[in-house]
């Protein structure tokens, strides 16, 4: 066991140092592209400003119809000359700010799996950490103890409830053995009144439990009979675990 443990933690400690070459690689590559963006900006705020001066003069010439003359020409070459610069570069930072998100993406999934590979490793460490030998004798015993439980729960299900619950599973007859009510004991007999269920066809189930009980004869291992009956629906806390009447 702890050999394999090993052999783990060196798998996870070989991923780990992986990952961390790969978030170094991608936080050089992202610094790279900050750095291109800043001379982007600054070229684009270089060529915005004589294009900015020329759209002004060409826009006062325009203004003044001296479209013809011989000066204005060579300004409108310019301009667009400066235009052309300003939307290459541009170009290229709008490239560059996807580029960048690419490369955030990609450095956060490598953190993000470094992460996980780190508490990976803790709970390895955690688990070579704490062995102990384990007694299942406790468990063994609760086995049994449950298995008798869902044999009885099967035995009465069998002899006393209707049809439909023939085949049913232990969680369908778990509510009827869940129910609160009043226990009155006598010399002969014990009579049992179990409180009533919020659904009618359940109700109904329930009616038809306490005949099936009734007119079997059913009798407890001291001999006393066993009489039950559906009562009301009680609101006091007593009414979870059956109460003692008598």
Not at 46 to 53: A, D, F, G, N, S
Not at 107 to 120: A, D, S
Request: aromatic share 6%; proline share 2%; net charge positive.
């Amino acid at each position: 066991m702890n050999s394999e443990l090993a052999k783990r933690q060196q798998v996870l400690e070989g991923r780990r140092q992986r990952l961390e070459r790969l978030a170094q690689a991608s936080r050089g590559r992202l610094a790279g592209l900050m750095a291109q963006d800043r001379r982007g900006e600054e070229q684009v705020l270089l060529y915005k400003q004589p294009q900015i001066q020329l759209s002004t003069q060409l826009s006062q010439l325009e203004a003044a119809e001296h479209t013809q003359e011989r000066g204005y020409f060579p300004l409108k070459a310019r301009q667009l000359a400066a235009d052309w610069e300003v939307r290459q570069r541009q170009t290229k930072l709008d490239k560059n700010a996807l580029r960048r998100q690419r490369e955030v993406s990609n450095c956060e999934g490598y953190c993000r799996e470094r992460r996980q590979v780190l508490r990976q490793h803790d709970d390895l460490v955690s688990q070579a950490r704490e062995m102990y030998e384990l007694n299942h004798a406790k468990d063994q015993l609760m086995t049994l103890f449950k298995l008798g439980l869902a044999n009885v729960g099967m035995w009465v299900r069998d002899r006393y409830f209707g049809q439909s619950y023939q085949h049913c599973s232990w969680q369908r007859l778990w509510p009827f053995f869940k129910l609160g009510g009043w226990i009155t004991t006598a010399t002969s007999e014990v009579q049992l009144e179990v409180s009533v269920f919020n659904n009618r066809a359940l109700v109904r189930d329930l009616e038809e439990l306490c005949r099936n009980v009734n007119t079997s004869g059913a009798t407890l291992p001291d001999g006393r009979r066993l009489v039950v009956a559906v009562g009301k629906r009680l609101g006091c806390p007593r009414d979870g675990p059956l109460a003692q009447a008598g």
